[in-house]
C-alpha cells in the first residue's frame, strides 16, 4: 500500500476559515485512525531538507 506524506502551511485567519469544516476533518481523521490508513499526524519542524 502506498504512504504519503503531505506538508501544508497555514493562511491568514486560519481558525476563522476552518471552522465550518474542522469537525468533519477530525472525524474522517479518526475514521481513517481506526481504519489502520492513518499512521500519524501533527505539526513537524519547518526544516529545509534541501540544504
Given at each position: 500500500m502506498p504512504k504519503?506524506?503531505?506538508w501544508?502551511?497555514?493562511?491568514?485567519?486560519v481558525k476563522e476559515k476552518r471552522a465550518p469544516f474542522r469537525q468533519?476533518?477530525?472525524?474522517?481523521?479518526k475514521a481513517?485512525?481506526?481504519a489502520g490508513t492513518?499512521?500519524?499526524?501533527?505539526?513537524?519542524?519547518?526544516v529545509n531538507y534541501l540544504s
Open positions: 504519503y506524506v503531505i501544508g502551511s497555514y493562511c491568514d485567519n468533519a476533518h477530525l472525524d474522517g481523521l481513517q485512525k481506526e492513518l499512521l500519524t499526524i501533527g505539526p513537524t519542524k519547518d
